[in-house]
């Protein structure tokens, strides 16, 4: 889908969508469901400047193999995800999209993932989480880099704060069904647009951020874009002092 222009909505397909707001010289749309969006999309050259890919990033630059900011403290909250998450993952073949160091998958093999496998664009930061965690496996580039199976399917998909950034959401959304066994389960979280923290006026709220941010959910425009692909919603997690989504889906048809 090219959404610049306008084909229609990837959560419930309508065809349009008003003004919404403007910030930092890129303008957002909303459709009549709910979902918020960046209109035009930042090119992804654009993009590749704040997610560290390139020798040129600032952030690319501040994680070595050896290094990572806040390393310890990143990876006691993902042991304690894989925890909250162990019926999903024991003896599972399990991925991180957008796996950033690798922590939630060190810490999703080491309380018993059969197998654990990171994707994310980030060269350094695969780099590091290779040196890391030498019993997973850990991928660089684009997740359509990745759709023609050649990793195989998986049991489960965990996708942290990812979805909000991407310029593709239906090739998003058609990898996490071509790479998702039959019944597997996909733990999604992004800002939550629909929250009650979220300011008035929402450009003012720091997590609106485009480039970086170019799309927003709440819980029925998620939804609803995970039963167009054959997801169903098990439940939600509760944020606990946050404006978060975290929502966790079951591939319910092939």
Known sequence: MDINNLKRCPSCTYNYAKPYVQKDGYKF?????????????????ELDKHYGVGESSDHSQNILSNFYPKASSRGRRAFFN????????????????????GFVVGSMKSVGASE???????PNAVLYARAQYPKCKFYCGEFDKFSNKKLGTFDFIYSSEVIEHVVDIEGYMQFLVDMTKPSAKVFITTPDIGSNQVPKEVTSWDVFSPPL???????????????????????????RGGAGLKMLFIKSRP
Do not use: S
Not at 31 to 40: A, D, K, L, N, T
Not at 116 to 122: E, R, T
Not at 215 to 238: C, H, N, S, V
């Open 213 to 239: 941010h170019i799309q927003f959910f709440t819980q029925d425009t998620l939804t609803k874009l995970f039963e167009r692909y054959g997801f169903t919603p098990i439940k939600r997690k509760a944020d």
């Open 29 to 45: 749309l909303k459709c009549r469901c709910g979902y918020i969006f960046c209109h035009p999309r930042p090119t992804q050259a």
């Open 116 to 122: 654990a496998v990171g994707i994310d664009i980030n």
């Open 82 to 101: 894989a925890i909250k998450l162990l019926p999903y993952l024991w003896n599972k073949r399990v991925m991180d999209l957008g796996c950033g160091g």
